[in-house]
């Protein structure tokens, strides 16, 4: 089965990223893919090139009315044929559909949505502009794939069909991140914590929606009741020179206790070393350093928005966004329920991981998916159906 991938662009992303693992897992013998970057090609789109794999790139944001855009578009699904197309994010999705009708094709368009309408009032004129849009559009798609219920739910009442809706949530490699006590004591000593400090991880880039000024108000709540306590922050543009730091109140023993690393390539290690993960994003499509931190059997602390309390279920905590006092007070808890709780909740954590989020499930319910749609558009060409 040959199938175009058409996405927004092929930077380090979660979306990104996940199209690559599925890209690099699925059968080669079965699945042909090629991939449309509606911007630039990136630093995935050239891992990709390197495995084999066909990337086009337009090289501008996609453009409806952009004649060069919809003219290479169009020259590549030809020349590629594709049985189905898969759109990944809100331009990618039109892009898929559009690719379709430029070539004149009568393969299904699939779409995949990752992100949840929970910072609806944050985001710009052009982003909810975009999301209607999709809306309007999404009756040409055969099915649209959401990586949460509650993405699904919140993009029924932009008009995205509840009868094509399909939940596949994200998958997480559980032999690169898993539980590891050696890690965990290499890790920690070349970071400078001793056995008895209890680390509380943030693994965001730094952004508004993922509400950092929160989780340092929470984290100065905390330090000043546990002296055992560290808060680390990793993340593009999480480092210690970025004025967020400051807002943490200048006090003897306290801000010498926040260690922002920024960007870091060894997070299955420095997931390890926490004693406990925290979001406190004000919106998420599905939280993939969550689900990380819970394969490395790390309890978690979450913000009830996107698939945040459906990944953790019992096995952490969820409070309300942008309430700092409800997030230092379900730290605290995690904190007196000692090693012993953490260690429970962490395992639990880890087998549900395991249960229902592991990557090569997930991946098969790709491959499933596929056959299934392209097996239904067959069905109706059979029978006559446009």
């Known amino acids: 089965m040959k199938i175009l991938h058409v996405i927004s662009g092929l930077e380090t992303g979660g979306a990104e990223l996940f199209l690559e693992r599925l890209l690099q897992t699925m059968d080669a013998s079965e699945f042909e893919p090629a991939v449309v970057s509606l911007e630039e090609i990136g630093p995935v789109g050239r891992r990709l090139q390197h495995r ?28 590629f044929a594709p049985d189905l197309i898969q759109g990944w994010l809100y331009h990618g999705n039109l892009g898929a ?30 982003l909810r502009a975009l999301i209607r849009l999709g809306g309007m559009w999404s009756g040409s798609a055969a099915r649209i794939v959401f990586n949460s219920g509650v ?62 000024e929160t989780f ?12 055992r ?18 807002r943490l109140p200048e006090k003897p023993g306290l801000t010498e206790r926040v260690l922002a690393l920024g960007e870091r390539e060894d997070i299955p ?9 925290v979001s406190s994003s004000r919106a998420e499509g599905f939280p993939n350093a969550v689900g990380e931190a819970m394969a490395c059997g790390v309890p ?9 309390a459906e990944l953790v279920g019992d096995t952490g905590r969820v409070v309300p966004p942008r309430v700092p006092e409800s997030l230092a007070v379900a730290l605290l808890e995690l904190v007196r ?21 592991e990557r090569g499930a997930i991946m098969h319910r790709y491959a499933e998916f596929y056959r299934g749609v392209s097996a239904q558009a067959q069905a109706g060409r059979d029978n006559g159906a446009v």
């Open 52 to 79: 084999g794999i066909a990337v086009h790139a337009l090289g501008a944001g996609f453009s409806p009315t952009g004649i060069a855009a919809i003219l290479k578009i169009r020259q590549v699904t030809c020349r």
């Open 97 to 126: 559909s559009l690719a379709r009708r430029v070539a004149g094709l009568r393969c299904p368009v699939v779409w995949n949505v990752r992100h949840s309408l929970d910072g609806w009032r944050d985001e710009s004129i052009g």
């Open 151 to 212: 993405a699904a739910r919140q993009h029924e009442q932009f008009g995205y069909p509840k009868v094509k809706a399909v939940i596949i949530p994200n998958g997480f490699d559980c032999e690169r991140f898993h539980p590891d006590a050696a890690l965990r004591l290499v890790t920690r000593r070349e970071l400078g914590f001793d056995s008895q400090a209890i680390v509380i991880g943030m693994v965001a880039r730094y952004h508004a929606i993922k509400d950092h």
């Open 216 to 227: 340092l108000r929470a984290a100065h709540i905390l330090l000043e009741q546990v002296p």
């Open 229 to 246: 306590a560290h808060v680390m922050l990793v993340g593009k543009d999480a480092e210690q020179r970025n004025p967020i730091l400051r």
């Open 269 to 277: 290690a420095l997931m390890n070393a926490m004693d406990i993960c």
């Open 300 to 308: 978690c602390v979450v913000t009830d928005v996107g698939a945040s």
């Open 337 to 357: 329920a000692g090693d012993v709780g953490r260690k429970q909740l962490g395992v639990a954590a880890h087998e549900r991981i395991l249960r229902h989020y």
